[in-house]
């Protein structure tokens, strides 16, 4: 069961990886589509680093653990 929780930690932590670095491409109009303002996208963007994403996963583990 543990390594079913961390593959989908896992994939969480990746498809939120991937959105943020998809952000970094929409153009202004696209932004207020979405009702985001650019300095949220900025934000957003600067967590899109590997880094990031492992602390993501560290924290997804450990809110899955509580959890159960």
Do not use: Y
């Amino acid at each position: 069961m543990l390594i079913v929780s961390l593959f989908v930690c896992i994939q969480q932590s990746v498809e939120r990886f991937q959105t943020r670095k998809t952000l970094a491409k929409l153009t202004a109009e696209q932004l207020n589509d979405i009702g985001m303002t650019k300095e949220r996208q900025q934000v957003e963007v600067s967590q899109a680093t590997v880094l990031k994403l492992l602390r993501d996963i560290v924290l997804l583990m450990k809110s899955n653990r509580r959890a159960q």
